[in-house]
């Protein structure tokens, strides 16, 4: 219920203005179109904006019936609030659509001293564009949720056919080099073998990936870096022998909040330390404390990576310059995003004479304090 009493003096002494003047300038500055009518549809007064809604001087409406100037109709429309405003003693709003725009038509009743609505104010405001944009989102929304759908369809498909059908040719190529082949012949299954193990080691990358980006927060127990660490390196254990690259890892317990999701950070830099060092080389495995956290670095004697892509590095599909490229860089913006679930940092810095070291901070697992029993 809207009770309408104009206590203006304080305002028109500060503004220097009366308070009829104050009235009528604070009534045309609205954006909404407002109107004021009696109960039966009378316009009484009409602000700027309304006139031009209706496309009308205030003089033509004042004295015409709303629905006459608004719907040019004879009768209040179906959907007028009004009526109900009127009975309820409250604002009622309605949404209606003229002339190919979108408005909220609000009324609210004026009850003077008799307790009995005379007046009612009659907002109507533009809501177009909001509509446009509502409906335009919305829209993205379908496109957004039908893509989605294709991504996972796609990613199924990826990680389940195309690993199938890899493995039949990977058996295929075992098969033959369990066979007599000529030297030649030989080398061609292996390098075929190898690719085979690389198109694998891709897929699984992306699905992995795609996985991290739908993940949002992660449960968090205490997990042991280094029987972890160890875990990652028997899996590669067999590539880096083959490679004659020394690995040192690091010794004792060294507690993390985590979740084991962090297998995948610690595989994948020493997989990318595989790729990236030269036969006969060593990589290095570290874990330091810090009074809140712990820090792993992994050191390879390889290539190493320009200045100027080490901000970047992390980034999906960027790699360290040209030379010496392996691989998709999937590998390190998986370790990225699992690194950022667990609140931690990544960065990468040069190794001393040659390569680089790939350092990993994460939330230290602190001894539980002793309660005291009285």
């Not at 993940?215 to 875990?231: C, G, H, R, T």
């Not at 390889?302 to 999937?330: A, H, N």
Request: with cysteine; hydrophobic share 40%; net charge positive.
């Amino acid at each position: 219920m809207l009770n309408i009493r104009l206590t203006l003096n304080f305002v028109t002494e500060e503004v220097g203005m009366s308070s009829h003047n104050l009235w009528k300038a604070t009534f045309n500055s609205m954006e909404e179109a407002i109107s004021i009518h009696r109960v039966d549809g009378t316009i009484l007064k009409a602000n700027r904006a309304f006139c031009k809604l209706v496309g009308l001087g205030e003089e033509e409406i004042i004295g015409k019936k709303c629905f006459e100037v608004v719907h040019k109709s004879l009768n209040f429309p179906h959907f007028c609030p009004m009526k109900k405003s009127i009975k309820a003693l409250d604002k009622r709003s309605v949404e209606v659509s003229m002339g190919g725009r979108h408005f909220i038509v609000s009324t609210y009743p004026i009850v003077e001293d008799s307790a009995e609505c005379t007046k009612v104010v009659h907002v109507i405001k533009d809501v177009t564009q909001l509509k446009r944009a509502r409906e335009a989102l919305k829209k993205y929304a379908e496109k957004l949720e039908k893509a989605n759908s294709q991504r996972q369809l796609l990613i199924d498909i990826i990680s389940h056919d195309l690993l199938n059908i890899v493995g039949t040719i990977m058996n295929s190529q075992e098969l033959l080099l369990k066979s007599p082949l000529a030297q030649g012949q030989r080398r061609l299954v292996e390098c075929s073998l190898q690719s085979s193990l690389r198109l694998v080691d891709i897929i699984r990358q992306a699905s992995s990936y795609s996985r991290l980006e739908d993940i949002d927060k992660l449960s968090f127990k205490e997990i042991e870096l280094v029987e972890i660490i160890n875990i990652s390196y028997r899996l590669l254990m067999s590539d880096f022998k083959r490679k004659g690259i020394r690995v040192i890892l690091p010794q004792g317990k060294f507690w993390v909040l985590g979740d084991e999701i962090l297998s995948e950070v610690f595989y994948n830099l020493l997989s990318n330390a595989l790729k990236y060092s030269p036969e006969g080389s060593t990589v290095k495995v570290e874990v330091k404390e810090e009074p809140e956290s712990i820090v792993v670095s992994v050191a390879d004697e390889g290539c190493g990576i320009p200045e100027e892509y080490r901000e970047t590095i992390f980034d999906r599909y960027v790699r360290g310059g040209k030379s010496g490229v392996k691989g998709t860089g999937l590998g390190l913006a998986i370790v990225k995003r699992i690194v950022e679930l667990h609140n931690g940092e990544v960065w990468v810095e040069a190794n001393s004479p040659k390569g680089s070291v790939f350092k990993v901070r994460l939330m230290r697992s602190m001894p539980k304090a002793s309660v005291a029993l009285f």
